[in-house]
């Protein structure tokens, strides 16, 4: 399973990112999938989640400002970030993973995509 994560860059503060993750095999529709990021020295957090059938859940930091997706026809999830801050500056993952109860576990990784917020 390769899962190829696109869209970053470098924006200004209170502008806006689209990241995408395609997904290479079929059976992305038969899992739930995260976003997560990881900032300089700091360890790597779940951001957002997205179960199979379309139940989307957020970080309180990201909450009204992020919103995520997925498009399983295209196995393709996606990020939509509004409202950047310096603060979510990191190298953003998507991941092939799983909820259970309120807890997302993360199975397949992709390459990151860097995200850098600064004027």
């Known amino acids: 399973v390769q899962l190829q994560a696109s869209g970053g860059g470098l924006v200004q503060p209170g502008g806006s990112l689209r990241l995408s993750c395609l997904v290479s095999r079929s059976i992305f529709s038969r899992f739930d999938m995260g976003w997560y990021r990881q900032a300089p020295g700091e360890q790597r957090e779940l951001v957002a989640g997205?179960?199979?059938?379309?139940?989307?859940n957020y970080k309180d930091f990201v909450k009204g400002r992020f919103t995520i997706s997925r498009d399983n026809a295209n196995n393709t999830v996606y990020l939509q970030m509004n409202n950047l801050k310096p603060e979510d500056t990191a190298v953003y993952y998507c991941n092939l993973g799983q909820y259970r109860g309120i807890y997302y576990y993360p199975t397949y990784w992709g390459k990151g995509t860097l995200v850098t917020v600064s004027s």
């Open positions: 997205i179960t199979r059938d379309g139940r989307e």
